[in-house]
Nanobody, 124 residues
Framework: QVQLVESGGGLVQAGGSLRLSCAVS????????MGWFRQAPGKEREFVAY????????YYADSVKGRFTISRDNAKNTVSLQMNSLKSEDTAVYYC?????????????????WGQGTQVTVSS
């Protein structure tokens, strides 16, 4: 079993920055593809970014490309999401997720383990 715990959410003004972190335990972290997803009220959960084992394989949703950066520290078993130039439409609960099958997928269904989520609110 894999446990994921997110932290770093909060309230920020539009144009500001936040850094989310996800601590992972219970499985060899370096063999997991890690992703970030988000869910706004009344909307489906959507893909934000993923990072592969080597940290060279990253991919972003068009809506966050150039503003968000995903990274991982395999020595500390953590994955982070640096969010800059935040907009009101970035307001959502952000979830960390892990895929044990190296699918490099943007699909919610491809991820096997999920954190509890952390709220990000961007005020305009």
């Amino acid at each position: 079993q894999v446990q994921l715990v997110e932290s770093g959410g909060g309230l920020v003004q539009a144009g500001g920055s936040l850094r989310l972190s996800c601590a992972v335990s219970g499985r060899t972290f370096s063999r997991l593809v890690m992703g970030w997803f988000r869910q706004a009220p009344g909307k489906e959960r959507e893909f934000v970014a993923y990072i592969g084992w080597s940290r060279l394989s990253t991919y972003y949703a068009d809506s966050v490309k150039g503003r968000f950066t995903i990274s991982r520290d395999n020595a500390k078993n953590t994955v982070s999401l640096q969010m800059n130039s935040l907009k009101s439409e970035d307001t959502a609960v952000y979830y960390c997720a892990a895929d044990r099958d190296y699918g490099l997928s943007v699909s919610v269904d491809a991820y096997d383990y999920w954190g509890q989520g952390t709220q990000v609110t961007v005020s305009s």
